[in-house]
């Protein structure tokens, strides 16, 4: 893929935006819509893992499925004519949560901003049967945007590739094997045990990130992986108190009960989490997605067509 390629006879290829181990994300403009710009995902074509070819479709389907304002929108996903396969995602301006935090400890009141908008989107991703399983500051972006006449920061949290999905065998995972970042891991998952992988992993992940947020530093680091792994599982963090003494009591008590080892000693939502993090319920948006309704029952899109609702 070269600038200037054009894609499914759509999209002109203008930069590449950045380049990983699987593939590639380039910048692209619509050729029929003037001013559209889109990010194309591209997967590399040496890679023929049927496993990783899973996991990049399954990204476009949790995002397109949960269709919420604080995960990167997929508008489309396609296999090019050389058998390639390719995301196009909403291209988003602005900078990732690790490159905020690359400049030091961050307010307080932005933290929890952050966090509930994280936290909405990982509440939907969880009611849908979703756990992400790699939640870092590297896959939440923020985006400054103008809203009422004021400019906030809207955060968006991207990268379903490696999520699990309750009750799903689309990716079969040999236990032992290290899915996910490890810093960001909770020990069931930094062990490969992922059958005990749910919501409360994603918990873990989501304390990890608020403990950096605050301190500008990371809960576990090593010079190796193996020596992070190892403090995941076996050591705690350094106090947060001392490091971020302008937080109260009540945020360094939800950051420690998060990041607890024992999954069954943390908070059992990520709301209860936000809810004791910030002192405020996380509100469900209207129109978000919830579990599969039961066989028989119309999905909450038909419902909304025959009550006239979408119409409205």
């Known amino acids: ?141 923020l985006v400054p945007t103008v809203v009422d006449g004021r400019e906030v920061e809207i955060a968006k949290v991207l990268d379903f590739g490696i999520s699990k999905i309750r009750g799903s065998q689309t990716v079969k995972t040999q236990d032992s094997t290290l899915l996910g970042t490890p810093q960001y891991m909770a020990p069931e998952q930094a062990l490969g045990q992922h059958a005990s992988v749910d919501e409360r992993t994603d918990i873990f992940a989501l304390g990890a990130i608020v403990y950096e947020m605050l301190t500008g530093q990371s809960a576990f680091s090593g010079a190796s992986i193996p020596e992070v792994v190892f403090k995941v599982v076996y050591e705690q963090p350094a106090p947060l108190a001392p490091l971020a003494p302008s937080v109260s009591p009540a945020i360094v008590t939800a950051v420690t009960q998060a990041m607890a080892k024992p999954a069954q000693d943390r908070f059992d939502s990520v709301a209860g989490f936000v809810e004791a993090l910030t002192g405020q319920p996380l509100t469900v948006t209207r129109g978000q997605p919830t579990a599969t309704a039961p066989p028989g029952e119309p999905t909450s899109a038909s419902r909304r067509v025959a009550t006239g609702e979408a119409l409205a």
């Open 1 to 141: 893929i070269d600038v200037g390629s054009v894609i499914a006879d759509t999209y002109t290829i203008e930069a590449l935006l950045g380049r990983g181990g699987m593939g590639a994300v380039f910048l692209a403009s619509h050729k029929r819509l003037a001013g559209k710009h889109v990010a194309i995902k591209i997967l590399h074509t040496e890679v023929e893992d049927a496993d990783i070819v899973a996991r990049f479709k399954r990204e476009a389907e949790i995002a397109a499925k949960l269709n919420h304002p604080n995960i990167v929108g997929v508008i489309d996903y396609n296999v090019s004519p050389d058998g390639t396969p390719y995301l196009v995602l909403d291209y988003l301006e602005g900078e990732t949560l690790a490159h905020r935090i690359d400049r030091g400890p961050m307010p307080v009141d932005q933290v929890l901003s952050i966090v509930r908008q994280v936290g909405s989107a990982l509440a939907a991703a969880h009611r849908a049967g979703i756990v992400h399983r790699d939640l870092k500051p590297q896959n939440i972006f």
